[in-house]
């Protein structure tokens, strides 16, 4: 393999690693601030004179709460699919053990050819 064809393929993985480390801090980051941002403004002035008679700050905190509910809801959906392939996994693995599967090389076959 020559050398360029190796740094591309590196550089590829590199820009991967770097997008799946920036999600990954954008998971952990953004439930941090939403939280910091309803702590924040929970004890706000009530300003009723905007659109329809509703406070805007009020609307705010409510539209992050349910991203923050809908966020939560996708990770726990996320974690049972995990540990229902996890359990499938280990029961199949655990299942296929009892089995004794004959191959050339378990039963010491030699092939001329």
Do not use: W
């Not at 997008?19 to 939403?34: E, G």
């Amino acid at each position: 393999m020559s050398a360029a064809k190796h740094n591309g393929i590196k550089n590829k993985q590199n820009k991967k690693m770097i997008a799946v480390i920036i999600l990954l801090v954008c998971f952990i980051i953004m439930p941090m601030l939403s939280n910091l941002d309803i702590i924040f403004h929970a004890n706000h002035d009530h300003n009723h004179h905007g659109k329809n008679g509703d406070c805007t700050v009020c609307v705010h905190i409510h539209n992050i709460k349910e991203l923050l509910g809908q966020i939560g809801a996708i990770l726990k959906a996320a974690s049972y699919a995990f540990i229902n392939l996890c359990l499938s996994v280990s029961i199949l693995y655990i299942i296929l053990s009892f089995f004794s599967f004959q191959t050339l090389v378990k039963l010491k076959i030699r092939i001329n050819g």
